[in-house]
């Protein structure tokens, strides 16, 4: 099946130590979203690539960067996690036109010790 | 700016009953996108049922249907015959047609009572 795939499931990371996260698909889309969810919240758009045109939110810190070295692949790369940086990513993906459905992978819950 | 209000922090249903979830939005738009997405405990993100703003007709996914109201800008879900696997946290989203940003609501967390 189709799907997006997220690795790991589950990341521990030191204060202040770079981490990536990482982001496949299998559907083709050439839209690639990073979200980072906090407990009980909605999703907060990190970035995303229109193919390889990356997109910042203007409220994304510095700290947080992303690469997309290929239509299937993104990753996710925190230079150096703060404790606030604690929570769910989420990988989501869409095909083209403005309208189309975000598709979500499993995501990646970060603790920071 | 849009925003999205979903009202019902939570809601609890008994199992086989109906619910709805309520969702309403502003926007100065006249061409956009709403969906109604699922969390469940295991945290992934799916859609249960999307709805493009000129179409007249409410959408619906087997249980899942909407209730769209342009002019009132209100979009509420109805689950008929819920289930356990129903429950989960609902979130409303919406996204205008000439931008990929998609803007939620703070979610309902659905409760299914055995």
């Known amino acids: 099946d189709a799907m997006v795939i997220q690795n790991p499931r589950y990341q521990v990371t030191q204060f202040g130590k770079p981490v990536t996260l990482s982001c496949s698909q299998t559907l083709n889309h050439n839209v690639m979203y990073w979200y980072q969810q906090k407990s009980s919240q909605a999703p907060k758009l990190l970035f995303h690539?229109?193919?390889?045109?990356?997109?910042n939110e203007a409220d994304t810190p510095d700290n947080f960067q992303s690469r997309r070295p290929n239509t299937s692949f993104c990753f996710l790369d925190i230079r150096s996690p703060g404790l606030g940086d604690a929570a769910m990513y989420l990988c989501?993906?869409?095909?083209?036109?403005?309208?189309?459905?975000?598709?979500f992978g499993p995501g990646t819950r970060l603790l920071v010790l | 700016a849009q925003t999205v209000t979903q009202s019902q922090p939570e809601m609890s249903v008994q199992e086989a009953e109906t619910v709805t979830l309520s969702c309403t939005y502003d926007t100065s738009e006249s061409d956009y996108y709403l969906f109604w997405y699922k969390q469940p405990p295991s945290r992934q993100m799916i859609l249960v049922i999307r709805q493009e703003a000129y179409k007249q007709q409410n959408a619906t996914e087997n249980r899942f249907s909407v209730n769209f109201q342009k002019a009132a800008k209100s979009f509420s879900l109805k689950i008929s015959d819920s289930q356990l696997g129903d429950a989960a946290m609902y979130f409303c989203?919406?996204?205008?047609?000439?931008?990929?940003?998609?803007?939620w609501g703070a979610g309902t967390k659905l409760i299914i009572k055995p």
């Open positions: 690539y229109y193919d390889k045109d990356f997109n």
């Open positions: 989203a919406y996204r205008k047609d000439s931008n990929y940003q998609l803007i």
């Open positions: 989501a993906t869409s095909y083209q036109g403005f309208g189309e459905t975000q598709y």
